[in-house]
């Protein structure tokens, strides 16, 4: 007998699982789906679906070219779903105050000397390293799952997305 | 204090630590203390201590079932038996002692050691692995002395965690043989190739030969990105300290959700690839997965937590909507 593939998610193919509650609340869980969320979002909308304090998850459906983005920490991106390029530019001087956390979008093009790009697939992580500009381009609906820490950008939806 | 007894029948040594003592047969492991017993079998209760130790004793709760387990308070350690169950507490038979971390560490380390059979592996999946039961039969010291693998930044970079490979005798699970093995593009300008980074975690994961054990592979300060390959049942019912996350990256994993003081049941969280769920602060859980899947735990390491969630300055569910 054949053993089962692996599964993994999509935009175009998920299956989602749910919370079955026996004496609980349902959103004590924060129950979402990364590729419901990226379905529904506008492109490089940065939605949180984890959130341990000041930490965040967020779902970012990747599509065209984004801003470009600097933090004062490193971040990290895990590609769920398609194929997302990275370019990478080392600034000429910090643009984001050290005391600053999550992402900073960037008026234009970046001052600096490039880095260098990444083309990354489903399954890879790739780092967004501290006092750099970041910029995503996917030339078809990627999704990016994004480690990072709450910020102007962060956006909070959780009535929307999470199972009620 | 510490203590260790003679060999038995079987040819397994005995255990000690403060009132605790534990004996192990062909099949049982056999856990005393004042006031009380309990049984487990071998390889359930092997499973459990391997994760307990290659943990440090965790984040909070580690139970090894219903009744017997430990609490770390990261420099100190309960051993308990019956503390989170009801049915123990309401009849006032809970037994709970204090170890210094040091104390509890060595003689869990030694009875693993010494209980552990040449031809198993308690990290392995069962259908993996050999068989934990009968007379003592060598040992197996390669597979009980891993190294848990937390990277400073993220895994693959120079000076941190390195990749799998076959090189590197990281072969590709049997149940992840369809995963591609694809390398990310990276094209780094001169002066720049430490900095420039990506590697493909999916293959990282896919070669992974533990089950139920969170390896790091990103940091942001305290958030901690960690992955793990599960298969069967994790082996300890996890009493959380501190909200964590799951993000399940493949296939599906049913989670049992009790209440981490009482055991009694909350909820069932079933994940399937892209969902993403928390752990509130004040539960215990269990999980079960079918096949083998790859499983996102993220962890936020703040060691100031589990006292603000102990004393409710913070909430035990993560947001509030």
Not at chain 2, 98 to 108: A, G, I, L, Q, S
Not at chain 2, 204 to 232: G, H
Request: charged share 25%.
């Amino acid at each position: 007998m054949m053993r089962r593939g692996t599964r993994f998610g999509s935009l175009e193919n998920y299956e989602k699982g749910g919370v079955q509650v026996i004496d609980d609340d349902p959103r004590n869980y924060a129950f979402s789906n990364i590729f419901e969320v990226a379905s529904r979002a506008e492109p490089y909308e940065k939605v949180a679906v984890g959130k341990n304090l000041k930490y965040v998850l967020e779902a970012v459906r990747a599509e065209g070219s984004s801003p470009w983005y600097s933090a004062s920490h490193d971040e990290a991106a895990i590609v769920m779903d398609g194929e997302v390029e990275i370019r990478l530019v080392k600034l000429k001087q910090e643009l984001v105050a050290e005391d600053h956390e999550g992402t900073t979008m960037l008026e234009g093009n970046p001052q600096g000397v490039k880095m260098g790009y990444i083309v990354a697939r489903r399954g890879h992580m790739a780092l967004l390293p501290k006092g750099a500009a970041y910029q995503f381009h996917a030339a078809r609906p990627a999704v990016i799952l994004l480690q990072t820490i709450q910020g102007d950008l962060t956006v909070q939806k959780w009535k929307e997305i999470c199972e009620k | 204090m510490a203590e260790e007894q003679t060999t038995n029948e079987y040819g397994y040594r005995s255990f000690a630590v403060g009132g605790f003592k534990f004996a192990r047969d062909e099949y049982f492991a056999h856990i005393a203390w004042p006031g009380g017993t309990h049984t487990m079998p071998a390889d359930a209760f092997l499973r459990a201590l391997m994760r307990d130790i290659s943990w440090s004793f965790f984040y909070g709760v580690v139970n090894f079932d219903q009744v017997f387990g430990t609490t770390n308070h990261y420099g100190d350690v309960d051993v308990f038996a019956g503390l989170y169950n009801a049915g123990y507490c309401a009849q006032n038979k809970q037994h709970c002692e204090n170890f210094k971390t040091e104390e509890v560490r060595p003689v869990f380390e030694a009875m693993l050691d010494d209980w552990t059979n040449e031809d198993f592996d308690p990290f392995a999946a069962p259908e993996e692995t050999g068989n934990p039961f009968g007379p003592k039969r060598g040992n197996n010291r390669a597979a009980i002395n891993r190294k848990r693998l937390v990277a400073n930044r993220m895994t693959g970079m120079k000076a941190d965690i390195p990749l799998r490979s076959d090189a590197a005798g990281n072969a590709v699970n049997r149940q992840f043989a369809d995963v591609p093995q694809d390398q990310p593009e990276i094209h780094a300008e001169p002066g720049f190739e430490d900095e420039v980074h990506a590697f493909n975690f999916f293959a990282y994961v896919s070669r992974s030969d533990v089950t139920w054990n969170p390896s790091v592979c990103s940091a942001v300060k305290d958030s901690q990105v960690c992955a793990t390959t599960e298969e069967f049942i994790l082996p300890i019912i996890h009493g959380n300290d501190r909200v964590e996350w799951f993000v399940q990256l493949s296939d599906e994993i049913h989670w049992d959700i009790q209440d981490r003081d009482t055991g009694a049941p909350r909820a069932r969280v079933v994940m399937k690839a892209g969902d993403v769920a928390a752990m509130p602060a004040d539960i215990r859980h269990q999980g079960y997965s079918p096949k083998r899947s790859m499983l996102l735990v993220w962890e936020n390491n703040d060691a100031t937590l589990p006292e603000l969630y102990a004393n409710k300055k913070l909430k035990p569910n993560p947001v509030d909507f």
